[in-house]
């Protein structure tokens, strides 16, 4: 069972290393959105390959600091691409208070940087959920090339809240067993997989069969 | 024992999260399949109004083209009419002044009747070119042309004409001006052709932002149900002219009570 769910694993970087390098390399033919989102794509894939590393070399878990960086860089390029397709002005505004929460709670705690932080990722993926449920409603009567992208984001994001939520509770092993820790990790890779996939499918569906018409 | 415990406990945890999880990706399914149904369906009323509103298009523009075959044939049957079978006669006479054993008696007789005969179609094509377009309205615009159109039928003598007509120059387009005058000929002829009226009545006003036209005859009327059931070109013509023009009309009329009509215009932004 493991194996099978070691496999899912690698396949979920592979795919996420192969997105960023199909979306980079279809960059410059496409709108601003696009573009935002392929860097983003390039971000998470640098993140996830250094994490990997991580594990290669020290195989304890001392990869948790990357995850601020995934999660608050997540919410800043994901805000940057909704604002793209919805062009409302207070998106920065919650930007703006999102980053200033965080860092406050970075300052009164620094031990954090090397702890889950619960509130972040949950306030981040939630307002990224919601800016979706909003792409939702305005796309509902027209189409948009990002539709796939938006399903697979709300979908991940909002199921996976939970996850990272209870990131602390996961970690600390003497309050959990290590089949837990491990259903947990291994369900979020299922998930992510799942987004991962659905990124493919849109650039299957809207970019490859563009170029290779052209 | 208390390692025991530990472990349920541990697995109630494992369990609450897992259950939360569950609910979540279950929202997620909702909400998505929601919004993938709504989108759905929405996209198909869209699609029957766009059908909805090109078979209206389309039925405008069939009835559009068959006025435009009648007024051809109207056309045509006034220069059969009016000008060929009269230049015929001119064509006849002149043939006989080149005869020549022929008095001069008879030549100034002759070229009597071609002089009457060219009077009576110079007439003709002069009223035939004003039927298609009055130079009044391009001239002096829609409130002389409305009155003088009034005078027309005033002075066939058959009919009491009231005209009272205040209107803003330039108040409408010049293309604009011309739906309205038409309008106002269709119900001038429809009375004239049909209602046996005695009493017409031509009234225009301005109310706020709007101008207000009121047509009313006193003649036998007809039941407007079944007429728009079966739309004569005149009323479907005077229909599409109102749709054009961005206005809204009303039409009351039942057996033996005549017709009136009252039409609100609006400047608009879409002309030119």
Redesign the interface.
């Known amino acids: 069972m493991d194996t099978l769910f070691d496999i899912l694993s690698d396949l979920a970087i592979a795919f996420c290393v192969l997105n960023a390098l199909l979306y980079i390399f279809w960059l410059k033919e496409n709108n601003k959105a696009f573009k935002i989102f392929a860097v983003y794509l390039v971000v998470i894939a640098v993140i996830q390959l250094n994490a990997s590393y991580l594990k290669l070399i020290i195989p304890i878990n001392n990869n948790l600091f990357l995850f601020h960086f995934y999660y608050i860089l997540q919410f800043i390029f994901l805000t940057f691409f909704y604002f793209e397709l919805l062009k409302q002005k207070w998106m920065y505004v919650v930007l703006g208070i999102v980053l200033g929460i965080i860092t406050f709670q970075f300052i009164e705690t620094p031990a954090m940087f090397f702890r889950y932080n619960p509130l972040g990722v949950t306030i981040t993926q939630g307002i990224i959920v919601i800016y979706s449920?909003l792409f939702?409603y305005k796309?509902?009567?027209e189409t948009n090339e990002f539709l796939i992208i938006n399903?697979g984001l709300?979908?991940y994001l909002?199921?996976s809240?939970?996850?990272f939520a209870?990131g602390n509770?996961v970690f600390n092993m003497e309050?959990?067993?290590e089949?837990?820790y491990h259903?947990?990790l291994n369900?979020n890779n299922v998930?992510y997989l799942g987004l991962q996939f659905l990124i493919f499918v849109t650039w299957w569906k809207n970019y490859y069969s563009k170029k290779t018409i052209k | 024992m208390v390692e025991e415990l530990l472990f349920q406990e541990d697995y109630q945890i494992v369990d609450l999260i897992l259950i939360a999880i569950a609910l979540l990706v279950a929202m997620a399914v909702a909400i998505i399949l929601f919004f993938y149904f709504s989108r759905k369906r929405i996209i198909k009323s869209e699609l029957e109004k766009a059908n909805l509103k090109i078979a209206n298009q389309k039925k405008i523009l069939q009835t559009t083209l068959i006025t435009q075959e009648e007024e051809r044939k109207r056309i045509a049957q006034d220069l059969h009419d009016a000008i060929s079978s009269k230049l015929n006669i001119v064509s006849l006479n002149a043939n006989m002044l080149s005869l020549k054993d022929i008095s001069s008696e008879e030549t100034n007789k002759i070229a009597t009747s071609i002089l009457k005969v060219t009077g009576n179609v110079l007439e003709s094509s002069r009223k035939i070119a004003h039927d298609l377009l009055p130079p009044t309205l391009d001239k002096f615009g829609l409130e002389a042309a409305l009155e003088e159109l009034c005078e027309e039928v005033a002075e066939t003598n058959s009919f009491e004409v009231d005209c009272n007509l205040q209107y803003p120059e330039h108040f409408l387009g010049k293309d604009k001006e011309l739906h309205v005058f038409r309008i106002v000929q269709e119900l001038f002829n429809n009375s004239i052709k049909y209602s046996e009226a005695t009493n017409l009545t031509l009234k225009t006003e301005m109310e706020g932002k709007q101008l207000l036209l009121y047509y009313s005859d006193n003649g036998k009327g007809f039941d407007v149900s079944t007429a728009k059931k079966s739309k004569g070109l005149g009323m479907s013509g005077i229909e599409n002219r109102v749709a054009i023009l961005n206005a809204t009309h009303t039409l009351l009329s039942s057996p033996n009570n005549g017709i009136s009509v009252t039409l609100a215009l609006n400047p608009g932004n879409d002309e030119n």
Do not use: N
């Open positions: 449920v939702f796309y509902l009567h399903i709300f979908f909002l199921s809240i939970l996850i209870s509770l309050l959990i067993t089949y837990g259903l947990l369900l998930l």
